[in-house]
């Protein structure tokens, strides 16, 4: 798990609301605190096929859409099946469903700062973090690839 700051808030917002960078991604959850709280949960236990980010990608923009600035908000975001399986692969590591990990991004916008904090969930208990470490080299890989900026903190 690492935390990364995003540089150029406006460039990386345009492009999470307006564009398909995360579309690849299952939202889990969002909340948007504007003049009033919204949440968006994908945890529906009569839905069966997940809910992407595409999906709720223009109702978060109407959400923020406005002159003022949210007060904050938290998207937690996960890799599709399908891309963690070829991202697994890109790893070296060929899985069945049943031992799927799962990884996430969380975008996080609070005190006017935006932050990405990743994450990674293995079906088993293990001290070995080299699943979770070649997450954050991916996830940092690929936000250098769509042109955001980022620093370590």
């Known amino acids: 798990m690492i935390s990364l700051l995003i540089v150029d808030q406006k460039d990386f917002t345009t492009k999470l609301f307006g564009q398909d960078m995360f579309d690849g991604f299952e939202i889990k959850e969002a909340v948007f605190i504007t003049t009033f709280r919204t949440e968006i ?3 529906v236990p009569e839905q069966n ?7 709720v990608r223009p109702v978060a923009y109407r959400i923020l859409q406005g002159s003022n600035l949210p007060k904050k ?3 937690v975001l996960k890799l599709s099946a399908a891309n963690t399986f070829k ?3 890109s790893f070296g590591i060929y ?8 990884f ?6 609070e005190r006017e700062k935006l932050h990405i904090v990743t994450g990674c969930s293995k079906p088993s208990f293990t001290l070995d973090r080299s ?3 070649a997450w ?9 690839h769509k042109r955001i900026d980022i620093e370590a903190e």
Request: overall charge negative.
């Open 87 to 89: 991202t697994l692969e």
């Open 73 to 75: 908000f938290h998207v």
């Open 95 to 102: 899985a069945e469903d049943k031992t799927l990990p799962s």
């Open 131 to 133: 699943l979770d470490d």
């Open 41 to 43: 949960s994908s945890d």
């Open 136 to 144: 954050d080299v991916t996830v940092k890989k690929y936000l250098r």
């Open 104 to 109: 996430f991004i969380n975008i996080i916008y």
């Open 49 to 55: 096929s997940p809910v992407t980010w595409e999906t």
